[in-house]
């Protein structure tokens, strides 16, 4: 039973923005959106999470939807570096536990 | 020092033998995880420890057997594996459980080949 969706790949040139979508219909009022990505042949790193309002830090923008059933991940200006696998997870509240989704591996172009 | 560290890089065993994984964390975290993630699928939970008492069984087989010796030290004790065990074990902590807030530190892992 997924939480959230993704899609399986995309793809990007460098230097340009990317927009990695999610969607969560399932999304309760306590349960938080947390992004994190898995490069080659390493553990997953934490990218971003936020619960209701837009959330910036220095690797990434979150624009969560005003419903909440969808948020998108956005790298403003992708580097070689950023290829990797990126995970939407939703953290449900209550049950205290982290669901993954499947993941978007995202490629990036010279 | 923000490090995960995770013992031995790669294991290989036969179905008979008994191993242990070792994961250790010097950020002062009371939460530690265990994951089993299979080629091209995300993480999957197994075991949280919070405080150093087990906190979260995901119904884990019991010939995986996990240990929290102390709060820095996370093991998995394997023992009768099945060649579909074979994976990728992901060690993680966070200095609460992992949850509104919590950022999870994930180590590099131990891929394990079940022969």
């Given at each position: 039973?997924?939480?959230?969706?993704?899609p399986?790949?995309?793809?990007?040139?460098?230097?340009?923005?990317?927009?990695?979508?999610?969607?969560?219909?399932?999304?309760?009022?306590?349960?938080?959106?947390?992004?994190?990505?898995?490069?080659?042949?390493?553990?997953?790193?934490?990218?971003?999470?936020?619960?209701?309002?837009?959330?910036?830090?220095?690797?990434?923008?979150?624009?969560?939807?005003?419903?909440?059933?969808?948020?998108?991940?956005?790298?403003?200006?992708?580097?070689?570096?950023?290829?990797?696998?990126?995970?939407?997870?939703?953290?449900?509240?209550?049950?205290?536990?982290?669901?993954?989704?499947?993941?978007?591996?995202?490629?990036?172009?010279? | 020092?923000?490090?995960?560290?995770?013992?031995?890089?790669?294991?290989?065993?036969?179905?008979?033998?008994?191993?242990?994984?070792?994961?250790e964390?010097?950020?002062?975290?009371?939460?530690?995880?265990?994951?089993?993630?299979?080629?091209?699928k995300?993480?999957?939970?197994?075991?949280?420890?919070?405080y150093e008492?087990?906190?979260?069984?995901?119904?884990?087989?019991?010939?995986?057997?996990?240990?929290?010796?102390?709060?820095?030290?996370?093991?998995?004790?394997?023992?009768a594996?099945?060649?579909?065990?074979?994976?990728?074990?992901?060690?993680?902590?966070?200095?609460?459980?992992?949850?509104?807030?919590n950022?999870?530190?994930?180590?590099?892992?131990?891929?394990?080949?079940?022969?």
């Amino acid at each position: 039973d997924a939480k959230t969706t993704q899609p399986n790949s995309m793809e990007s040139n460098e230097e340009e923005p990317v927009h990695l979508p999610c969607n969560h219909s399932t999304i309760s009022g306590t349960d938080y959106i947390h992004w994190y990505r898995q490069l080659p042949s390493q553990g997953p790193e934490y990218v971003i999470h936020g619960l209701t309002s837009n959330v910036n830090n220095r690797m990434a923008s979150l624009a969560i939807a005003e419903d909440r059933k969808s948020s998108t991940l956005i790298l403003h200006r992708a580097t070689l570096r950023d290829a990797a696998v990126y995970y939407c997870i939703l953290y449900i509240y209550n049950f205290n536990k982290f669901y993954f989704g499947s993941g978007t591996k995202l490629n990036v172009k010279p | 020092d923000t490090e995960v560290t995770q013992t031995p890089k790669h294991l290989v065993m036969g179905m008979t033998n008994k191993k242990s994984l070792k994961c250790e964390q010097h950020m002062g975290h009371r939460a530690m995880y265990w994951y089993k993630q299979k080629a091209k699928k995300p993480p999957e939970l197994m075991f949280v420890y919070s405080y150093e008492k087990l906190s979260i069984n995901e119904s884990v087989p019991s010939r995986f057997s996990p240990e929290c010796p102390n709060s820095s030290l996370l093991n998995l004790h394997l023992h009768a594996l099945q060649p579909e065990d074979s994976a990728l074990y992901l060690c993680a902590s966070s200095q609460g459980l992992a949850g509104a807030a919590n950022e999870q530190f994930f180590g590099p892992g131990t891929r394990l080949t079940v022969l």
